[in-house]
């Protein structure tokens, strides 16, 4: 089944420039970590500031988890808090193959990116305002709980529950992409002022380094604004 998520209108209402790039996969490839994934790792470390809108991009989602009500200091977005670890620790671990690549892609653009398992998914990927009931499956200290989104709160979810909470700030492991993964869904989100080009650049990028991993996988891509919610085919990657 491709994953074709439905984004609510809420959201669009809370971010008119909101914008997200879809990408599914069918007959991929992962792997472990390899000499390329690190070196992509370490490139996008090195290139951290290489375009003049990345932290007002920051900024902007900053402002965005404010609007529903985070705290963006204490629960950054994915790509924030991906960029504070690596300059702290001047490096980035590589997990595998496929994570290290869309992480690589997060780094060098500045940009929320989630890599998902489609096989694990029940239903279709929704992106809404939680009510609160939501099941989310974690980890803490290393045992297996079971949390709750704040009524509001902007969720990812599947017909079983939430599959990332705040919006990009924390996956869930349900559906995590794992060596053994071979069907997977990925999502590139973007608000203003990042340009419209550079998110389909992140895109090539992404899709480049699958086909490096797979030659032969079949995508179908979609993107979604606010003048499209239903989302529309996307033919250049």
């Known amino acids: 089944m491709t994953l074709y998520p439905i984004i609510d209108a809420e959201i669009f209402a809370l971010r008119p420039d909101f914008m997200a790039l879809s990408i599914h996969v069918s007959g991929g490839r992962n ?51 991906l960029r504070k670890r690596a300059v702290k620790d001047g490096a980035m671990r590589p997990l595998n193959a496929v994570v290290d690549l869309y992480n690589s892609v997060s780094l060098r653009f500045a940009i929320p990116v989630g890599g ?13 305002l939680a009510t609160g009931d ?29 599959t990332c909470r705040r919006w990009n700030w924390r996956q869930g492991p349900r559906t995590q992409i794992t060596e053994a993964s071979q069907d997977m869904w990925f999502v590139l989100e973007r608000l203003d002022p990042m340009p419209v080009e550079a998110l389909l650049d992140a895109g ?34």
């Open 31 to 81: 792997g472990p970590s390899d000499a390329f994934s690190e070196a992509l790792l370490e490139e996008a470390v090195q290139s951290l500031d290489a375009f003049p809108w990345a932290e007002a991009h920051l900024d902007a989602w900053r402002d965005a988890y404010r609007a529903f009500g985070a705290k963006p200091k204490k629960t950054p977005c994915s790509a924030e808090a």
């Open 134 to 162: 939501e099941p989310f499956h974690t980890m803490a200290e290393g045992q297996p709980v079971i949390e709750a989104p704040e009524v509001g709160e902007v969720i990812w979810r599947d017909d079983d529950g939430v």
């Open 204 to 237: 090539r990028m992404l899709v480049d380094g699958l086909r490096r991993i797979a030659p032969e996988l079949a995508l179908s891509a979609q993107m979604f604004d606010a003048a499209s919610p239903h989302g529309k085919p996307f033919a250049g990657m």
């Open 116 to 128: 998902e398992d489609a096989t694990t998914y029940a239903g279709q990927p929704r992106l809404c």
